[in-house]
Protein backbone atom coordinates (compact mmCIF):
# COMPACT_ATOMS: atom_id res chain seq x y z
CA UNK A 1 0.00 0.00 0.00
CA UNK A 2 2.79 1.97 0.91
CA UNK A 3 3.36 4.60 3.35
CA UNK A 4 0.62 7.44 4.26
CA UNK A 5 1.87 11.13 3.68
CA UNK A 6 -0.06 14.41 3.86
CA UNK A 7 -0.38 16.53 0.25
CA UNK A 8 2.04 18.91 -0.13
CA UNK A 9 2.49 21.77 0.91
CA UNK A 10 0.94 21.36 4.13
CA UNK A 11 -1.63 24.18 4.84
CA UNK A 12 -3.86 25.16 8.07
CA UNK A 13 -7.01 24.72 5.79
CA UNK A 14 -7.52 23.62 2.30
CA UNK A 15 -8.62 26.37 -0.05
CA UNK A 16 -12.53 26.96 -0.26
CA UNK A 17 -12.28 28.81 -3.55
CA UNK A 18 -15.36 26.94 -5.58
CA UNK A 19 -13.80 24.84 -8.85
CA UNK A 20 -17.05 23.69 -10.09
CA UNK A 21 -17.24 21.83 -13.48
CA UNK A 22 -21.28 23.13 -14.79
CA UNK A 23 -20.50 21.14 -17.64
CA UNK A 24 -22.88 18.84 -18.85
CA UNK A 25 -25.31 19.51 -15.52
CA UNK A 26 -29.05 20.42 -15.70
CA UNK A 27 -30.06 23.78 -14.39
CA UNK A 28 -31.71 21.61 -10.98
CA UNK A 29 -28.14 20.09 -10.67
CA UNK A 30 -26.38 23.25 -10.96
CA UNK A 31 -28.52 25.09 -8.39
CA UNK A 32 -28.57 22.23 -5.89
CA UNK A 33 -24.57 21.84 -6.39
CA UNK A 34 -23.81 25.41 -4.73
CA UNK A 35 -27.20 25.25 -2.58
CA UNK A 36 -26.23 25.48 1.59
CA UNK A 37 -26.58 21.87 2.57
CA UNK A 38 -24.89 20.46 -0.22
CA UNK A 39 -22.20 22.74 -0.95
CA UNK A 40 -18.91 20.95 -0.68
CA UNK A 41 -17.38 23.55 0.02
CA UNK A 42 -19.34 25.19 2.55
CA UNK A 43 -19.70 21.38 4.18
CA UNK A 44 -18.27 22.48 7.52
CA UNK A 45 -19.78 24.94 8.51
CA UNK A 46 -23.42 23.50 7.85
CA UNK A 47 -23.03 20.33 8.70
CA UNK A 48 -19.65 20.66 11.30
CA UNK A 49 -20.07 23.82 13.11
CA UNK A 50 -24.13 22.99 13.19
CA UNK A 51 -23.12 19.82 15.48
CA UNK A 52 -20.90 22.07 17.62
CA UNK A 53 -23.57 24.82 18.02
CA UNK A 54 -25.65 21.47 19.26
CA UNK A 55 -23.43 20.34 21.85
CA UNK A 56 -22.90 23.69 23.33
CA UNK A 57 -26.30 24.46 23.81
CA UNK A 58 -26.71 21.11 25.25
CA UNK A 59 -24.15 21.54 28.06
CA UNK A 60 -25.44 25.09 28.50
CA UNK A 61 -28.71 24.22 29.18
CA UNK A 62 -27.75 21.70 31.15
CA UNK A 63 -25.38 24.16 33.22
CA UNK A 64 -28.31 26.69 33.21
CA UNK A 65 -30.66 23.89 35.28
CA UNK A 66 -27.93 22.53 37.80
CA UNK A 67 -27.29 26.64 38.61
CA UNK A 68 -31.03 26.77 39.33
CA UNK A 69 -31.22 23.75 41.22
CA UNK A 70 -27.96 24.75 43.40
CA UNK A 71 -30.28 28.43 43.96
CA UNK A 72 -32.86 26.36 45.20
CA UNK A 73 -31.30 23.76 47.41
CA UNK A 74 -29.46 27.19 49.20
CA UNK A 75 -33.11 28.28 50.31
CA UNK A 76 -34.11 28.07 53.41
CA UNK A 77 -37.13 26.44 54.47
CA UNK A 78 -40.07 28.17 55.86
CA UNK A 79 -40.73 27.20 59.37
CA UNK A 80 -44.35 25.60 59.79
CA UNK A 81 -45.01 25.60 56.59
CA UNK A 82 -47.76 23.13 55.71
CA UNK A 83 -49.10 24.06 52.28
CA UNK A 84 -48.40 21.85 49.23
CA UNK A 85 -46.25 21.67 46.14
CA UNK A 86 -46.57 24.93 44.11
CA UNK A 87 -46.36 24.99 40.43
CA UNK A 88 -42.58 25.58 40.97
CA UNK A 89 -42.33 22.48 43.15
CA UNK A 90 -44.19 20.23 40.77
CA UNK A 91 -42.14 21.00 37.79
CA UNK A 92 -38.56 20.29 39.67
CA UNK A 93 -40.27 17.40 40.44
CA UNK A 94 -41.48 16.29 37.10
CA UNK A 95 -37.56 16.65 35.54
CA UNK A 96 -35.83 15.21 39.19
CA UNK A 97 -38.48 12.11 38.05
CA UNK A 98 -36.55 11.49 34.66
CA UNK A 99 -32.66 12.46 37.09
CA UNK A 100 -33.66 9.61 39.61
CA UNK A 101 -35.93 6.73 37.32
CA UNK A 102 -33.36 3.92 36.44
CA UNK A 103 -34.10 0.60 34.52
CA UNK A 104 -32.94 -2.94 34.68
CA UNK A 105 -32.35 -5.67 32.24
CA UNK A 106 -32.63 -8.79 34.40
CA UNK A 107 -31.41 -11.35 31.49
CA UNK A 108 -28.53 -9.68 31.11
CA UNK A 109 -27.98 -8.19 35.10
CA UNK A 110 -27.64 -4.37 33.23
CA UNK A 111 -28.44 -1.42 34.93
CA UNK A 112 -29.13 1.79 32.68
CA UNK A 113 -27.81 5.00 33.31
CA UNK A 114 -31.25 7.60 34.80
CA UNK A 115 -33.65 7.79 32.42
CA UNK A 116 -32.06 12.14 32.31
CA UNK A 117 -29.21 10.41 30.91
CA UNK A 118 -31.08 8.02 28.45
CA UNK A 119 -33.19 11.08 27.11
CA UNK A 120 -29.87 12.76 26.48
CA UNK A 121 -28.09 10.21 24.82
CA UNK A 122 -31.66 9.78 22.58
CA UNK A 123 -31.36 13.74 21.98
CA UNK A 124 -27.64 13.36 20.69
CA UNK A 125 -28.58 10.50 18.48
CA UNK A 126 -32.19 12.43 17.02
CA UNK A 127 -30.39 15.25 16.00
CA UNK A 128 -27.15 13.08 14.58
CA UNK A 129 -29.45 11.27 12.28
CA UNK A 130 -32.39 14.34 11.31
CA UNK A 131 -28.76 16.26 10.43
CA UNK A 132 -27.06 13.66 8.53
CA UNK A 133 -30.36 12.30 6.32
CA UNK A 134 -32.44 15.13 6.31
CA UNK A 135 -31.03 16.97 3.33
CA UNK A 136 -31.49 14.87 -0.29
CA UNK A 137 -30.21 13.86 -2.52
CA UNK A 138 -27.84 11.17 -0.76
CA UNK A 139 -25.77 10.96 -3.77
CA UNK A 140 -25.34 12.71 -6.60
CA UNK A 141 -27.47 11.98 -9.87
CA UNK A 142 -24.84 13.09 -12.29
CA UNK A 143 -21.02 11.83 -11.40
CA UNK A 144 -20.02 14.66 -13.01
CA UNK A 145 -21.67 16.82 -10.06
CA UNK A 146 -18.15 15.14 -7.62
CA UNK A 147 -17.08 12.13 -6.54
CA UNK A 148 -17.76 13.12 -3.03
CA UNK A 149 -21.39 11.77 -2.23
CA UNK A 150 -23.69 14.38 -0.51
CA UNK A 151 -23.71 11.35 2.70
CA UNK A 152 -20.40 10.91 2.83
CA UNK A 153 -19.33 14.27 3.44
CA UNK A 154 -22.28 15.42 5.74
CA UNK A 155 -21.99 12.35 7.68
CA UNK A 156 -18.04 13.00 8.25
CA UNK A 157 -18.20 16.68 9.33
CA UNK A 158 -20.53 15.35 11.91
CA UNK A 159 -18.43 12.70 13.21
CA UNK A 160 -15.16 14.94 13.34
CA UNK A 161 -17.16 17.49 15.07
CA UNK A 162 -18.69 15.37 17.58
CA UNK A 163 -14.81 14.35 18.37
CA UNK A 164 -13.87 17.28 21.00
CA UNK A 165 -16.76 16.48 23.09
CA UNK A 166 -16.20 12.93 23.41
CA UNK A 167 -12.62 13.72 24.69
CA UNK A 168 -14.14 15.87 27.08
CA UNK A 169 -16.60 13.61 28.32
CA UNK A 170 -13.64 11.18 28.80
CA UNK A 171 -11.19 13.39 30.90
CA UNK A 172 -11.62 14.14 34.90
CA UNK A 173 -11.06 17.79 34.32
CA UNK A 174 -12.83 19.04 31.93
CA UNK A 175 -15.42 22.34 31.08
CA UNK A 176 -18.62 20.05 31.26
CA UNK A 177 -17.74 19.40 34.73
CA UNK A 178 -16.98 23.12 35.67
CA UNK A 179 -19.97 24.66 33.70
CA UNK A 180 -22.58 21.66 35.06
CA UNK A 181 -21.11 20.86 38.07
CA UNK A 182 -21.29 17.10 37.04
CA UNK A 183 -18.57 15.13 38.62
CA UNK A 184 -16.69 12.92 35.71
CA UNK A 185 -17.76 9.65 36.36
CA UNK A 186 -21.04 10.79 35.89
CA UNK A 187 -20.28 12.05 32.36
CA UNK A 188 -18.69 8.41 30.78
CA UNK A 189 -22.30 7.73 29.97
CA UNK A 190 -21.78 10.38 27.29
CA UNK A 191 -18.26 9.35 26.57
CA UNK A 192 -18.98 6.12 25.44
CA UNK A 193 -22.35 6.53 23.48
CA UNK A 194 -20.63 9.93 21.73
CA UNK A 195 -17.88 7.30 20.70
CA UNK A 196 -20.69 4.91 19.50
CA UNK A 197 -22.55 7.80 17.75
CA UNK A 198 -19.04 8.90 15.84
CA UNK A 199 -18.28 5.25 14.88
CA UNK A 200 -22.09 5.49 13.16
CA UNK A 201 -21.32 8.48 11.67
CA UNK A 202 -17.97 7.42 10.38
CA UNK A 203 -19.86 4.45 9.07
CA UNK A 204 -22.16 6.68 6.86
CA UNK A 205 -19.15 8.73 5.97
CA UNK A 206 -17.09 5.45 4.14
CA UNK A 207 -19.51 3.36 2.55
CA UNK A 208 -21.29 6.15 0.32
CA UNK A 209 -17.65 6.50 -1.04
CA UNK A 210 -16.93 2.42 -1.14
CA UNK A 211 -20.66 1.99 -3.03
CA UNK A 212 -19.50 4.72 -5.65
CA UNK A 213 -16.57 3.30 -6.31
CA UNK A 214 -17.74 0.00 -6.63
CA UNK A 215 -20.21 1.11 -9.01
CA UNK A 216 -16.90 3.18 -11.27
CA UNK A 217 -14.88 -0.38 -11.01
CA UNK A 218 -12.55 2.02 -8.81
CA UNK A 219 -12.45 0.24 -5.50
CA UNK A 220 -9.64 -1.69 -6.05
CA UNK A 221 -7.28 1.18 -7.44
CA UNK A 222 -8.67 3.42 -4.81
CA UNK A 223 -7.85 1.01 -1.66
CA UNK A 224 -4.65 0.28 -2.90
CA UNK A 225 -3.33 3.43 -3.99
CA UNK A 226 -4.82 5.86 -1.12
CA UNK A 227 -4.84 5.59 2.45
CA UNK A 228 -7.85 7.90 2.60
CA UNK A 229 -10.30 5.28 2.24
CA UNK A 230 -9.18 3.06 5.43
CA UNK A 231 -7.28 5.03 8.20
CA UNK A 232 -10.77 6.32 9.20
CA UNK A 233 -12.55 3.61 10.63
CA UNK A 234 -10.21 0.93 11.62
CA UNK A 235 -8.79 1.85 15.05
CA UNK A 236 -12.20 3.36 15.72
CA UNK A 237 -13.90 -0.01 15.29
CA UNK A 238 -11.55 -1.61 17.89
CA UNK A 239 -11.68 1.06 20.27
CA UNK A 240 -16.13 0.95 20.06
CA UNK A 241 -16.26 -3.03 20.39
CA UNK A 242 -13.71 -3.55 22.81
CA UNK A 243 -15.16 -1.01 25.15
CA UNK A 244 -18.56 -2.77 26.43
CA UNK A 245 -18.92 -4.10 29.35
CA UNK A 246 -18.50 -7.58 28.72
CA UNK A 247 -15.26 -6.97 27.24
CA UNK A 248 -14.05 -4.14 29.59
CA UNK A 249 -14.88 -5.05 33.24
CA UNK A 250 -13.55 -8.16 33.34
CA UNK A 251 -9.83 -6.99 32.35
CA UNK A 252 -10.23 -3.24 33.21
CA UNK A 253 -6.45 -2.49 33.90
CA UNK A 254 -5.47 -4.04 30.23
CA UNK A 255 -8.53 -2.37 28.70
CA UNK A 256 -7.45 1.24 29.30
CA UNK A 257 -3.90 0.60 28.78
CA UNK A 258 -4.62 -0.80 25.37
CA UNK A 259 -7.56 1.85 24.69
CA UNK A 260 -5.21 4.55 25.37
CA UNK A 261 -2.80 3.24 23.04
CA UNK A 262 -5.85 2.11 20.26
CA UNK A 263 -6.62 6.52 20.97
CA UNK A 264 -3.62 7.34 19.61
CA UNK A 265 -3.55 5.10 16.77
CA UNK A 266 -6.58 6.55 15.80
CA UNK A 267 -6.06 10.08 16.59
CA UNK A 268 -3.17 9.74 14.16
CA UNK A 269 -4.87 8.00 11.64
CA UNK A 270 -8.19 10.11 11.56
CA UNK A 271 -5.20 13.26 11.26
CA UNK A 272 -4.29 11.53 8.01
CA UNK A 273 -7.35 10.75 6.58
CA UNK A 274 -9.13 14.50 6.96
CA UNK A 275 -5.63 15.65 5.23
CA UNK A 276 -6.45 19.46 6.47
CA UNK A 277 -9.45 19.27 4.25
CA UNK A 278 -11.42 22.66 4.81
CA UNK A 279 -11.22 23.82 9.23
CA UNK A 280 -10.90 19.50 9.82
CA UNK A 281 -7.48 19.95 11.32
CA UNK A 282 -9.33 23.20 13.59
CA UNK A 283 -11.05 20.28 15.73
CA UNK A 284 -8.10 18.25 16.39
CA UNK A 285 -6.93 21.30 17.63
CA UNK A 286 -9.33 21.96 20.05
CA UNK A 287 -9.50 18.36 20.96
CA UNK A 288 -5.35 18.34 21.42
CA UNK A 289 -6.14 21.61 23.56
CA UNK A 290 -8.86 19.76 25.71
CA UNK A 291 -6.91 16.96 26.57
CA UNK A 292 -3.64 18.86 27.47
CA UNK A 293 -5.26 21.33 29.69
CA UNK A 294 -6.99 18.26 31.43
CA UNK A 295 -3.62 16.32 31.53
CA UNK A 296 -1.51 19.30 32.39
CA UNK A 297 -4.07 20.48 35.28
CA UNK A 298 -4.13 16.99 37.07
CA UNK A 299 -0.24 16.79 36.42
CA UNK A 300 0.43 20.00 38.37
CA UNK A 301 -2.02 19.78 40.88
CA UNK A 302 -0.80 16.29 41.75
CA UNK A 303 3.02 17.73 42.23
CA UNK A 304 1.46 20.65 43.77
CA UNK A 305 -0.48 18.72 46.26
CA UNK A 306 1.49 15.72 47.01
CA UNK A 307 5.26 15.77 45.29
CA UNK A 308 6.81 12.58 44.07
CA UNK A 309 4.87 10.97 47.11
CA UNK A 310 3.60 10.90 50.48
CA UNK A 311 3.66 8.88 53.88
CA UNK A 312 1.10 5.80 53.95
CA UNK A 313 0.22 3.29 56.13
CA UNK A 314 -1.96 0.23 54.62
CA UNK A 315 -3.82 -1.93 57.03
CA UNK A 316 -6.48 -4.72 57.81
CA UNK A 317 -9.96 -2.99 59.08
CA UNK A 318 -12.05 -6.13 58.80
CA UNK A 319 -13.37 -8.90 56.83
CA UNK A 320 -12.05 -8.35 53.05
CA UNK A 321 -11.49 -4.49 54.16
CA UNK A 322 -8.27 -2.48 53.96
CA UNK A 323 -7.68 1.28 54.79
CA UNK A 324 -4.94 3.24 53.49
CA UNK A 325 -4.52 6.52 55.91
CA UNK A 326 -2.19 9.08 54.06
CA UNK A 327 0.00 12.01 56.26
CA UNK A 328 -1.13 14.96 53.51
CA UNK A 329 0.14 18.41 53.80
CA UNK A 330 -2.38 21.16 54.80
CA UNK A 331 -2.38 22.45 50.88
CA UNK A 332 -4.36 19.13 50.15
CA UNK A 333 -7.84 20.16 50.50
CA UNK A 334 -10.92 17.99 49.91
CA UNK A 335 -14.39 18.23 51.27
CA UNK A 336 -16.76 15.23 52.46
CA UNK A 337 -17.99 12.99 49.90
CA UNK A 338 -15.11 13.79 47.17
CA UNK A 339 -12.98 11.40 46.06
CA UNK A 340 -8.87 10.78 44.68
CA UNK A 341 -7.36 8.41 42.36
CA UNK A 342 -4.61 6.79 44.28
CA UNK A 343 -1.21 5.77 42.52
CA UNK A 344 0.55 2.94 44.98
CA UNK A 345 4.22 2.86 45.14
CA UNK A 346 6.64 0.12 46.02
CA UNK A 347 3.70 -2.14 44.78
CA UNK A 348 5.47 -3.59 41.73
CA UNK A 349 3.12 -3.48 38.53
CA UNK A 350 0.53 -1.70 40.57
CA UNK A 351 2.00 1.31 40.77
CA UNK A 352 1.80 2.15 37.22
CA UNK A 353 -1.82 2.36 37.73
CA UNK A 354 -4.04 4.81 39.83
CA UNK A 355 -7.34 3.53 41.19
CA UNK A 356 -10.39 5.70 42.60
CA UNK A 357 -11.51 5.89 46.38
CA UNK A 358 -13.81 8.29 48.17
CA UNK A 359 -11.97 9.79 51.14
CA UNK A 360 -13.49 8.79 54.24
CA UNK A 361 -12.23 11.31 56.84
CA UNK A 362 -12.93 14.66 57.35
CA UNK A 363 -10.27 17.48 56.68
CA UNK A 364 -8.12 19.24 59.59
CA UNK A 365 -6.97 22.32 60.07
CA UNK A 366 -3.11 21.61 59.56
CA UNK A 367 -1.50 18.15 59.08
CA UNK A 368 -4.11 15.85 58.05
CA UNK A 369 -4.91 12.32 57.56
CA UNK A 370 -6.72 11.05 54.21
CA UNK A 371 -8.27 7.91 54.95
CA UNK A 372 -9.41 5.21 52.45
CA UNK A 373 -11.43 2.40 53.58
CA UNK A 374 -11.96 -0.37 50.54
CA UNK A 375 -12.79 -3.65 49.68
CA UNK A 376 -10.64 -6.34 49.31
CA UNK A 377 -11.69 -7.96 45.45
CA UNK A 378 -8.49 -7.98 42.98
CA UNK A 379 -5.88 -6.58 41.11
CA UNK A 380 -4.72 -3.52 43.49
CA UNK A 381 -7.01 -4.27 46.52
CA UNK A 382 -5.78 -7.92 46.54
CA UNK A 383 -1.84 -6.77 46.27
CA UNK A 384 -2.42 -4.51 48.90
CA UNK A 385 -4.05 -6.88 51.40
CA UNK A 386 -1.21 -9.79 51.00
CA UNK A 387 1.04 -6.77 52.07
CA UNK A 388 -0.92 -5.93 55.37
CA UNK A 389 -1.47 -9.17 56.20
CA UNK A 390 -0.17 -10.33 59.38
CA UNK A 391 1.79 -7.26 60.44
CA UNK A 392 0.06 -4.29 62.14
CA UNK A 393 0.57 -2.10 58.88
CA UNK A 394 2.40 -1.82 55.79
CA UNK A 395 4.11 1.60 55.35
CA UNK A 396 4.64 2.85 51.94
CA UNK A 397 4.63 5.76 49.85
CA UNK A 398 1.29 6.88 47.60
CA UNK A 399 0.58 10.08 44.83
CA UNK A 400 -3.04 11.32 45.09
CA UNK A 401 -4.81 12.57 42.53
CA UNK A 402 -7.62 15.11 42.90
CA UNK A 403 -10.01 15.67 44.61
CA UNK A 404 -13.20 15.28 42.74
CA UNK A 405 -17.18 14.69 42.44
CA UNK A 406 -18.70 15.45 45.49
CA UNK A 407 -21.74 17.40 46.86
CA UNK A 408 -22.39 20.59 45.21
CA UNK A 409 -25.47 21.39 47.87
CA UNK A 410 -25.55 22.46 51.05
CA UNK A 411 -27.70 19.24 52.91
CA UNK A 412 -27.90 21.78 55.95
CA UNK A 413 -30.60 24.09 54.42
CA UNK A 414 -32.91 20.49 53.89
CA UNK A 415 -35.29 19.99 56.77
CA UNK A 416 -34.64 16.16 57.05
CA UNK A 417 -31.45 14.38 55.29
CA UNK A 418 -31.51 10.91 54.82
CA UNK A 419 -27.63 9.07 54.56
CA UNK A 420 -28.45 5.61 53.02
CA UNK A 421 -25.27 3.61 52.73
CA UNK A 422 -24.60 -0.25 51.50
CA UNK A 423 -21.15 -1.90 52.76
CA UNK A 424 -18.46 0.06 51.68
CA UNK A 425 -20.78 2.99 50.43
CA UNK A 426 -20.47 4.45 53.50
CA UNK A 427 -16.91 5.87 52.93
CA UNK A 428 -19.63 8.18 50.88
CA UNK A 429 -21.84 9.06 53.86
CA UNK A 430 -19.66 8.55 56.86
CA UNK A 431 -17.97 11.73 56.15
CA UNK A 432 -21.07 13.99 55.30
CA UNK A 433 -22.74 12.66 58.29
CA UNK A 434 -19.75 13.60 60.58
CA UNK A 435 -19.50 17.43 59.10
CA UNK A 436 -23.53 17.69 58.92
CA UNK A 437 -23.40 16.94 62.39
CA UNK A 438 -20.96 19.58 63.65
CA UNK A 439 -22.52 22.42 61.25
CA UNK A 440 -26.04 21.70 62.94
CA UNK A 441 -23.92 21.85 66.65
CA UNK A 442 -22.47 25.12 65.45
CA UNK A 443 -25.71 26.21 64.66
CA UNK A 444 -27.25 28.27 61.54
CA UNK A 445 -28.65 25.00 59.73
CA UNK A 446 -32.22 24.57 59.05
CA UNK A 447 -31.83 20.54 58.97
CA UNK A 448 -33.71 19.34 62.17
CA UNK A 449 -32.59 16.04 61.61
CA UNK A 450 -30.43 13.60 59.89
CA UNK A 451 -30.94 9.56 59.42
CA UNK A 452 -28.19 7.43 59.12
CA UNK A 453 -28.89 3.79 57.18
CA UNK A 454 -26.30 1.69 56.42
CA UNK A 455 -26.11 -2.04 55.25
CA UNK A 456 -23.42 -3.84 55.85
CA UNK A 457 -22.66 -8.39 56.31
CA UNK A 458 -21.84 -8.26 60.16
CA UNK A 459 -21.14 -5.91 63.13
CA UNK A 460 -17.14 -6.89 61.85
CA UNK A 461 -17.34 -4.55 58.89
CA UNK A 462 -19.48 -1.93 60.62
CA UNK A 463 -16.10 -1.72 63.48
CA UNK A 464 -13.69 0.82 61.01
CA UNK A 465 -16.63 3.03 60.80
CA UNK A 466 -18.07 2.65 64.05
CA UNK A 467 -16.40 5.17 66.28
CA UNK A 468 -16.92 8.04 64.11
CA UNK A 469 -20.73 7.18 63.34
CA UNK A 470 -21.09 7.35 67.13
CA UNK A 471 -18.80 10.51 67.36
CA UNK A 472 -21.36 12.23 64.69
CA UNK A 473 -24.74 11.08 66.28
CA UNK A 474 -23.18 11.76 70.03
CA UNK A 475 -22.96 15.94 68.62
CA UNK A 476 -26.49 15.75 68.53
CA UNK A 477 -29.57 15.26 70.69
CA UNK A 478 -31.51 12.37 70.60
CA UNK A 479 -34.19 13.45 68.61
CA UNK A 480 -32.08 14.99 65.84
CA UNK A 481 -30.36 11.99 64.61
CA UNK A 482 -31.16 8.60 63.98
CA UNK A 483 -28.75 5.74 63.15
CA UNK A 484 -29.96 2.03 61.62
CA UNK A 485 -27.89 -0.61 61.41
CA UNK A 486 -28.37 -3.25 58.72
CA UNK A 487 -26.63 -6.82 59.16
CA UNK A 488 -27.70 -8.39 56.68
CA UNK A 489 -26.21 -11.62 57.08
CA UNK A 490 -25.70 -12.75 60.41
CA UNK A 491 -27.74 -12.52 63.67
CA UNK A 492 -24.61 -10.49 65.14
CA UNK A 493 -25.44 -9.24 68.63
CA UNK A 494 -22.11 -7.21 69.14
CA UNK A 495 -23.82 -3.63 68.84
CA UNK A 496 -23.56 -1.76 72.03
CA UNK A 497 -27.38 -1.91 73.15
CA UNK A 498 -26.40 0.75 75.65
CA UNK A 499 -26.31 3.52 72.73
CA UNK A 500 -30.00 4.34 72.00
CA UNK A 501 -28.34 6.36 69.07
CA UNK A 502 -27.64 2.77 66.96
CA UNK A 503 -30.60 0.93 66.25
CA UNK A 504 -29.55 -2.96 65.02
CA UNK A 505 -31.82 -4.40 62.65
CA UNK A 506 -31.14 -8.15 60.91
CA UNK A 507 -31.98 -7.83 57.07
CA UNK A 508 -31.99 -5.98 54.32
CA UNK A 509 -32.97 -2.52 54.78
CA UNK A 510 -36.41 -1.92 52.68
CA UNK A 511 -35.15 1.45 50.67
CA UNK A 512 -38.72 1.93 49.28
CA UNK A 513 -40.04 1.85 52.72
CA UNK A 514 -37.09 3.98 53.73
CA UNK A 515 -38.03 6.87 50.93
CA UNK A 516 -41.65 7.11 51.72
CA UNK A 517 -40.48 7.56 55.06
CA UNK A 518 -38.22 10.35 54.01
CA UNK A 519 -40.97 11.90 51.40
CA UNK A 520 -43.53 12.11 54.34
CA UNK A 521 -41.15 13.73 57.12
CA UNK A 522 -40.65 17.72 56.00
CA UNK A 523 -41.16 19.81 53.06
CA UNK A 524 -37.61 20.07 52.71
CA UNK A 525 -36.19 16.58 52.52
CA UNK A 526 -32.38 15.68 50.80
CA UNK A 527 -31.46 12.11 50.28
CA UNK A 528 -28.07 10.86 49.72
CA UNK A 529 -26.95 7.35 48.91
CA UNK A 530 -24.14 5.59 48.21
CA UNK A 531 -23.84 1.30 47.70
CA UNK A 532 -23.74 -1.00 44.88
CA UNK A 533 -25.97 -0.77 41.68
CA UNK A 534 -29.02 -3.14 43.14
CA UNK A 535 -29.08 -0.68 46.37
CA UNK A 536 -28.91 2.89 44.54
CA UNK A 537 -31.69 1.01 41.48
CA UNK A 538 -33.91 1.00 44.85
CA UNK A 539 -33.34 3.92 46.17
CA UNK A 540 -33.28 5.57 42.57
CA UNK A 541 -36.72 3.96 42.00
CA UNK A 542 -38.31 4.70 44.94
CA UNK A 543 -37.49 8.62 44.57
CA UNK A 544 -38.76 8.63 41.32
CA UNK A 545 -42.07 7.49 42.81
CA UNK A 546 -42.36 10.27 45.35
CA UNK A 547 -41.59 12.34 42.57
CA UNK A 548 -44.33 12.08 41.26
CA UNK A 549 -46.12 12.34 44.17
CA UNK A 550 -45.00 16.02 44.12
CA UNK A 551 -45.00 16.58 40.66
CA UNK A 552 -49.26 15.23 41.31
CA UNK A 553 -49.32 18.25 44.27
CA UNK A 554 -49.68 15.11 47.00
CA UNK A 555 -48.16 15.18 50.38
CA UNK A 556 -46.33 18.14 52.30
CA UNK A 557 -42.95 17.81 50.89
CA UNK A 558 -42.39 20.57 47.96
CA UNK A 559 -38.86 19.54 47.54
CA UNK A 560 -37.04 16.20 47.91
CA UNK A 561 -33.61 15.91 46.67
CA UNK A 562 -31.65 12.99 45.69
CA UNK A 563 -27.90 11.98 45.10
CA UNK A 564 -26.09 8.66 44.63
CA UNK A 565 -23.17 7.60 43.96
CA UNK A 566 -21.71 4.39 42.97
CA UNK A 567 -19.43 2.05 43.48
CA UNK A 568 -17.56 2.34 40.18
CA UNK A 569 -17.95 3.34 36.77
CA UNK A 570 -14.89 0.98 34.86
CA UNK A 571 -13.97 -2.19 37.24
CA UNK A 572 -13.53 -2.69 40.59
CA UNK A 573 -9.87 -2.58 41.42
Not at 33 to 53: I, K, M, P, S
Not at 197 to 220: A, C, D, K, Q, W
Not at 407 to 417: N, Q, S
Request: glycine share 8%; net charge positive.
Amino acid sequence: MGLMWLRKPVLWHSSRVATFNFAGLTEPQKRILVARWHNWYTADWDYGQTTLAFFCAAILASAIVNLFARFRARATPVAGKTKGPGFLDKATAFFRYAGARQFHVRTTGWYAPPLAALIGVAGMYMFTMVLMLAARPFYWPNDRMGHSPPLGTRAGWISIAIMPFMIAFATKVNFVSVLTRTSHEKLQVFHRWSALLMYVTSLVHTFPFIINNVRLGLMEVSYNGSPWYWTGVAALTYLVALSWGVFRNPYYETFKKLHYVASGLFMAALFIHVNFRLTSWDYFWATAAIYAVAWLARVFRTLYTTGLGLPATVESVGPALIKITVAAPSRFKWAPGQHVFVRVLGLGVHALTSHPFTVSSLRGPDAQSVELVMRVRGGLTRALAGRAAGKAAWATRVVLDGPYGGLHVPLAKYERVFLLAGGTGATFTVPLFAALAAEIKAGGASCARVEFVVAVPDHDTYTWMESAVAAAAAQLPADAVGVRLHLTRTEDSKVDASDPAVGALHGRPVLSEIVREAHASAGKVAIVACGPDGFLYDVRNAVADAQLLIADGFGACTDLFLHTETYRWGSPP
